[in-house]
């Protein structure tokens, strides 16, 4: 008998979560696997910023914080935004939390209601998906493909508002495609949403800092929808701290009070210790994590032209992030040698078992055409695994 909610029945595990397990079961065995599906830089974090964390540990910041984060974080945050985006917001507009996912999710939860429509562009963050699912509302999916570098268009978005939306959330730079808007394409988006008044926008930009275009843009610069964007942000990606757990919104005055109730009675305030750290890195100049953003760079151009070289696998030029959306459709309709291999996850799975390379396939990110493909490792291990992926590759008939 299944005594647990619907709620939670209706939650499906994260795609790269379960990828991350399954190369670590294969380890365990003894396998050498190549795992491409960890999102996170492999970094270490700054050592200024480590210190503020030992400082706070031996400063006895060992009591419970304010649900909404410390004073001078939040102003540190204001400043941030000022100095790197020419954004002003005040500190009683930031929000603390754990992580940039507890953001998405607490902004998500105290605007959609029950039945109300949410537009995801495809590909999409996993995690957007579940967590409308659980704000009991509608996903309604607007599919950008890899000949647009998988940005939606004004137009398809104009076409998929209706009176029903309540919100819509993207990322740039993206998780998956590494995909980056531009002032002018989020100008005319945002000209989109000065039509429609009652559609809010979650701006995920947790990838800021790993941008290879130049000079990040949000969408919050435009002043007339600026109260009904939700910025979120963090120290994750930026400055190697994914296992801090430390992110933030800036977000309209009553929308971050809001978000302030309802982490109260979910985990209150982010760790104390990981505040500390965060105030020296939203302090600190993003230069100092250059040498990041040059080698992520560096890699990215090794994969694209070694998997010019791989049969059956089409990939853009990303401008952001660490990863590659391949199209991998070429491949599908062949088999192993014992079933076909019909959609990416098939594919995943065959490349996970013959050739220890893990990646995520597509489907976790709204696209089944596709992979997902992190070269947040060393040029050397990226090397390996596309000779490893071409090998496979070939002998699927």
């Not at 003894?30 to 270490?44: A, K, M, Q, T, Y």
Request: with cysteine.
């Amino acid at each position: 008998m299944n005594h647990l909610s619907d709620r939670i029945n209706r939650l499906s595990e994260s795609e790269t979560l379960a990828m991350s397990r399954m190369s670590r079961e294969l380890k365990a065995e003894g396998h050498d696997v190549i795992n491409l599906s960890v999102g996170e830089p492999d970094f270490f974090t700054p050592d200024n910023i480590k210190e503020a964390g030992k400082q706070a540990i031996d400063g006895n910041f060992s009591f419970y914080p304010p649900v909404n984060g410390y004073q001078d974080l939040r102003e540190a945050i204001c400043r941030k935004l000022a100095r790197d985006n020419n954004l002003a917001y005040t500190p009683d507009q930031i929000v603390v939390s754990t992580g940039a996912k507890q953001s998405i999710a607490n902004a998500m939860l105290c605007l959609v209601n029950p039945g109300d429509e949410v537009i995801i562009p495809t590909p999409y963050w996993v995690s957007y998906r579940e967590i409308v699912k659980m704000a009991e509302a509608k996903a309604v999916y607007v599919k950008a493909g890899i000949e647009n570098h998988f940005k939606i268009t004004p137009g398809q978005l104009e076409e998929s508002i209706t009176d029903k939306t309540k919100m819509f959330i993207f990322s740039s730079p993206c998780n998956p495609t590494g995909s980056v808007y531009s002032r002018e394409e989020l100008r005319s988006l945002a000209a989109v949403f000065e039509r429609h008044p009652h559609v809010y926008i979650i701006s995920d930009e947790i990838y800021e800092h790993i941008n290879f275009g130049g000079k990040h843009e949000s969408i919050a610069r435009f002043d007339a929808i600026k109260d009904r964007v939700v910025l979120v942000n963090g120290v994750s990606k930026g400055f190697a701290m994914t296992g801090w757990r430390l992110g933030y919104m800036a977000a309209h005055a009553e929308v971050a009070k809001a978000c302030v109730k309802l982490q109260g009675q979910i985990t209150s305030g982010a760790c104390s210790i990981a505040q500390r750290a965060a105030l020296e890195a939203v302090e600190t100049d993003p230069e100092v994590t250059r040498h990041m953003l040059e080698k992520f760079k560096e890699r990215r151009d090794l994969v694209i032209k070694l998997l010019h070289e791989v049969p059956g696998v089409t990939a853009n030029k990303p401008q952001g992030a660490f990863y590659l959306f391949i199209n991998v459709k070429a491949c599908f309709g062949k088999y192993d040698g014992e079933q076909p291999v019909n959609d990416a996850a098939a594919l995943c799975m065959y490349l996970l078992k013959k050739a220890h390379v893990a990646m995520v396939p597509g489907s976790a990110f709204g696209d089944d055409e596709c992979v997902r493909f992190s070269y947040a490792t060393s040029n050397n291990l990226l090397i390996e695994a596309i000779d490893r992926i071409k090998k496979a590759l070939s002998q699927l008939k």
